[in-house]
């Protein structure tokens, strides 16, 4: 079991976090002033501040980067991308911002450039899987090569992704099995919640989606240095990533599903509510025309001097609501 060790932190504010495994030892602990490693001295992974601007004069003292890997590591292209630079492989993912809550403007970049025993990330916002990741290695998980130590890094991007998805199902089950079962036809914060899912989600997948397909082709041109237990890894990670695209697709899809059900069941409820009050109108029409025939004040209305008369009008209303809706029922109008 691989262990972490604490030891001094001289980086400041710049270095984000810096590890060092020792393939003789099998650990992995924090690196101290100077991480950068010698051949056979096990990889090193470096995580950034790229706003931070001692990073970028770290960089340039330290000379651990090729100075075109190096600028591609802070103002390189702003998407998702896995390819090769002067024997490196350099890339950016998207991983979710340590406070997410489902705006799409909290998915952030993480930038890195790998090398045959040095890893460096870097970040413009906090991300979740950065704790993750040294969980990770506290808990004893740390890989032998810089490559699977890569392949562990988007690994734990792919984790947190796939969680957000299981919170979105969860959630899709609740309302799902709400609406199904007749218990409602759709409340406000039902509606609510499954617009807010399917932007989620949306937003989710065009994010992610591009991850699983940039992590294959970049498998097909990896450096001569690259090992075989990194390379499954990271292809591991791609299939992921197609698998939470499509998951994604399933809970757009439910989600649209079920607003189409519950428009439909309001529609019915609609519709019923219409068909009483037609019916309703139908049966009072004749006795609201008697009652207003009897309602004229003019003279040679029959009746007036009958003390009777109010009675058997009574019954004329009433015979002429009880015919219509013989008639209505007989014609099976509702």
Known sequence: MHGTQPVTFHFGDAV???????????TCVQAGVDP??????GWVWLHLKLTDTRARHWLARHE??????AQWLLDGPDRVQVQRLDGWLVGAANGLHHDFAFEPDQIGRLRF?????????????PLRAIDEIRRSLAA???????????????EHLAAEAETIVETLMDEIDGIEDRVLDDRSTGTVEDRRALGR??????????????????FAAGLDDLPDWADSAG???????AERFRRIAHS?????????????EIAAQRAEAMNRSLLALAVLTAIFLPMTLITGIFGMNVAGLPGLQDPSAFLWVMLLILAAGAATLALMLWRRMF
Request: with cysteine; hydrophobic share 50%.
């Open 16 to 26: 984000a976090a810096a590890y060092r495994f020792d393939p003789a030892s099998g």
């Open 36 to 41: 950068v490693p010698e051949a056979g001295d």
């Open 64 to 69: 651990a980067l090729p100075p075109a890997v």
């Open 113 to 125: 450039c790998l090398g045959p025993n040095l890893l460096v990330t870097g970040r413009r916002h």
């Open 140 to 154: 004893g998980r740390a890989p032998a090569t810089a490559l699977g130590m890569l392949a562990l890094a988007v």
């Open 197 to 214: 899912i399917r932007r989620g989600a949306a937003a989710l997948r065009r994010h992610l989606l591009p991850e699983g397909a940039a």
């Open 231 to 237: 390379r499954a890894g990271l292809a591991a990670a």
């Open 248 to 260: 994604l697709d399933e809970v757009t899809d439910r989600a649209r599903l079920l607003q189409e």
